[in-house]
């Protein structure tokens, strides 16, 4: 019996051994999975596909992982990989995998006060979740697929810093794709990646942002999208709902389609350049009233302002949504819009854009798949709507033959009356009025 007690000791002080984490010693020294292998006593080992790793390791400030060519794949159990030196990588002749070990052990990875990390050329299958804090990181051609919500609510979950993702591919993830909190300031940059049908189960876009850092928020490029009846969801939304920061984004040439709804901003002190992306078929939401719009700002001052320019806004239940208190610049008479809104509806009813608030708002020089005047105005919800709304100025606007003035010896008169494509609408021009006239093609300007 004695025997026997001393063997299990035995066995079990070699399992504790095995699953020990390991860390490095922080005197700047560049390891390969090879070289864990042969110092970190079990925590790395050869395994059946390539490396395995089972238990937690840490690269300590100062020391280096590298990924190089030898380095094909690498499975992992329930384990963390914490990064607060560096990791980067040289492969290039391959893509190098990191897997789950097998649907119940989802790895999670940290990067924390990490500096020059380089993730390139590689392929993340059932992890928990990958964390960036305080750290500068790149993530460039790496695909990001069957993630849990076990580490973090994203894939990738950014806090205090302005990560770049770029050419990156993220599928069937059960969080969101990229996020970051409310209680912190991020502007990763979000360049030309794909995103193809994450979140799933929750109430959440495929990208959720909080309060920017003092960098601009970019997502440029991007393509997001849903192609399963379940999962879907929202674009984008960027949030500041605690007066955390001063919010700069920058939105441009995006294609966001098939989903709950496309851009949502909401909150506090957020400004934002919203150009050339097309918002499509946003409109897998039963209920009109909790989403839909292809663009929503949602302010909660007059601090949430959006500039709108070249745009494509159709097919969502609502094409845009402005609620509450906002300073939205869809297109000035100096500046014209351009935006291309039409074909936006919910219940038999077509709402290109919808003023939910008592801001003005000035949407000059777009293009409503109509040149009837009245017709755009029936799109338009608004202060003729409702007296307790604002007013949208949506004229001039692409295609109309302009303002036809009254002249009389070609100089403004007190008895100016002006028409809209011929209908009198008998109101006077304010005195002191300063903005544009169009008569036969051509722009004159008051004084």
Known sequence: MKKLVILISLIAGLVSAINAQWVSPGNGTTYTFADLVEITEGVVTVGENGYLVNADLTISTGDVLEINNQTSRVDFGEVLVTINGSMVCTNTSTRTKFYGLNETNHFSMCFENATGCMIKKMYFSDGAGIRVIESDVTFDDVKFVYFTRGYSNSVINVFNCSPIIRNCYFMLNEGSAIGSPVNGQASPQILNCDFDTNVNGINAPQINLGPGAEDTIRIV?????????????????????????????????????????????????????????????????????????????????????????????????????????????????????????????????????????????????????????????SHIYHQHDDPSLGLVTFYPFVGAEGINEIFENNTLNDNLYYTIEGRCLGAKLPENYKGVYILNGVKYYSE
């Open 221 to 377: 490029g991007n393509e997001i999208y849903t192609i399963m009846a379940q999962w879907y969801v929202g674009g984008i939304s960027i949030a500041d709902l605690m007066m955390a920061g001063d919010t700069k984004v920058l939105l441009k040439d995006n294609i966001i389609r098939d989903g709950r709804y496309g851009y949502n901003q909401q909150g506090y002190a957020i400004s934002s350049v919203i150009e050339g992306n097309q918002f499509i078929n946003n409109n897998h939401e039963e209920n009109p009233m909790n989403g839909g719009s292809g663009i929503s700002i949602y302010g909660y001052a007059t601090d949430n302002k959006a500039i709108l320019r070249h745009n494509v806004i159709t097919g969502n239940l609502w094409g845009i949504t402005a609620i509450n208190q906002h300073d939205i610049d869809m297109g000035t008479e100096d500046d014209w819009g351009y935006n291309e809104i039409h074909d936006n509806y919910n219940t038999g009813v077509v709402y290109d854009l919808y003023n939910n608030s008592a801001c003005d708002l000035s949407a000059v020089g777009n293009i409503w798949a109509s040149l009837d005047y009245d017709v755009i105005e």
